[in-house]
């Protein structure tokens, strides 16, 4: 299986995710179990978020890795000018260690949100 595949799949299996978790939680809201206790004792629910959380990462860094792969390239940068299609490279990447670390801090909070 090559790695443009197994990211297809990742980001289509992690929407499913996103859409049991989303029911999920509107059920929960329904039936009036939401509250603060619930989300400081029920562990499935941490367990649940924190699914959600690594795949939501997932997601995104497959999204944003695509849109750089696809559009950060010396051909479609050189198209506006030739000096940014020479450093096209160098943009890709500034672009995915930003993303990359600013995906890093958001969970690395949330994780601490959920579980302290």
């Known amino acids: 299986m090559n790695l443009g595949r197994l990211f297809w799949y990742a980001q289509r299996y992690s929407a499913l995710y996103f859409l049991v978790f989303v029911i999920y939680l509107e059920f929960l809201y329904l039936s009036n179990q939401l509250n603060f206790i619930f989300f400081e004792k029920n562990i499935l629910f941490k367990v649940l978020a924190t699914l959600f959380i690594l795949l939501a990462n997932i997601h ?57």
């Open 60 to 116: 995104g860094f497959i999204g944003l890795w695509t849109v750089g792969t696809d559009y950060l390239t010396k051909r479609t940068l050189g198209f506006l000018s030739d000096g940014l299609g020479g450093v096209a490279n160098t943009i890709r990447k500034t672009y995915e260690f930003f993303f990359v670390a600013i995906g890093f801090a958001l969970t690395i909070s949330y994780f601490y949100i959920i579980w302290f």
